[in-house]
DNA sequence: CATATGTCCTGAGAGC
DNA sequence: TGCTCTCAGGACATAT
């Protein structure tokens, strides 16, 4: 499920294509449902023909092509979306091929389940939806004092509110449970009843969690389908501290065990001993 | 406006 | 063995 890391390292992967040029747009056969393409097939086609990718760039959770004339191309990969240049972990998948004028240069999107979504919009479409809030503010580009403003007046638990891409961009189910742990925060704890130490360790642990993990190159869960082509997965699964291990002990403080609960129709992971509610905020042995 | 719930989708795995 | 069922969750639509 390719969160903020995922996407990151993603964008870095295809990096390469900057100073190429689109030379052909195909749609692989397929029995599979078609994904999800903006405004329709023929337009998005005639308009990405001819243009120059002038740089890559990650909001979020979605992938920015920025191209020559101002368009957008905004890559959404959900679930099981991949961004590659090459080796797709199959050809069944395969959604979008954008072939460049240079020879092998290629992108390619790649997604199992179909939920992803492809746009290719003008800069004041882009911007505009910036504006209008329908995508919050970068994770990794946030102040204490951005983040706070952005969560802090929700009544809703604090796990449910890092969850919203039009408060804050880039966290996803995964790295919340991570993050949360790291900061010592009941994921079940209302926004508004945190206080100004808790925001600042949230910060701190939100930072901390998804520079690792874009460092670790994402995280390649159970079901296998983030890979960074070539077959390659990223490492991030190895560091989980919570995520997919109930009933395995705290790695923070050696006990636990670690609880699954349900939030919002999503699991949430976490250490009760660590992440009691109001408890003081210290180093347990 | 804020918040809550239903929906889309495919493949893996469980259970019979 | 082969079928049916459940589950995973990102983002949006719809309901309250």
Redesign the pocket.
């Known amino acids: 499920?390719?969160?903020l890391p995922e996407v990151e390292t993603m964008c870095r992967g295809v990096a390469p294509l900057v100073g190429c040029r689109i030379a052909a747009v195909a749609r692989p056969r397929s029995?599979?449902?078609p994904i999800q393409i903006r405004p329709d097939w023929a337009a998005f086609r005639r308009r990405l023909v001819g243009r120059t990718v002038c740089a890559v760039r990650r909001l979020?959770?979605?992938a920015v092509f920025e191209l020559d004339g101002d368009d957008r191309l905004v890559i959404?990969?959900?679930?099981?979306g991949l961004v590659l240049l090459a080796d797709p972990p199959n050809r069944?998948?395969l959604r979008l091929v954008i072939a460049m004028q240079e020879p092998g240069r290629q992108l390619l999107f790649w997604d199992?389940?179909?939920?992803g979504?492809v746009q290719l919009l003008s800069a004041e479409e882009f911007e505009s939806?910036l504006a209008r809030g329908?995508?919050g503010p970068d994770a990794l580009g946030v102040t204490p004092e951005i983040l706070r403003q952005r969560l802090g007046?929700?009544?809703?638990?604090i796990k449910?509110?890092l969850?919203?891409?039009?408060a804050l961009?880039g966290v996803?189910?995964?790295y919340?449970s991570e993050i949360l742990h790291r900061a010592r925060i009941d994921p079940a704890r209302?926004?508004?009843r945190l206080r100004a130490s808790d925001w600042d360790r949230l910060h701190a642990a939100l930072a901390d969690v998804l520079h690792e993990a874009v460092r670790a190159e994402g995280s390649t869960l159970?079901?296998?389908t983030y890979r960074l082509g070539a077959n390659r997965t990223g490492g991030h699964q190895l560091l989980h501290r919570v995520?997919?291990r109930a009933g395995k002990p705290c790695l923070q403080c050696g006990g636990g065990p670690i609880v699954?609960i349900?939030q919002?129709?999503?699991?949430t992971f976490y250490c009760p001993a660590c992440q009691k509610a109001g408890r003081k905020q210290g180093v347990p042995r």
């Open positions: 499920m390719p969160e029995r599979l449902r979020g959770k979605r959404e990969p959900r679930m099981t069944s998948h199992q389940r179909g939920l979504v939806s329908r995508i007046a929700s009544r809703r638990p449910v509110a969850l919203d891409q039009h961009a996803g189910n995964l919340a209302a926004c508004c159970r079901d296998g995520y997919m699954r349900v919002a129709q999503r699991s």
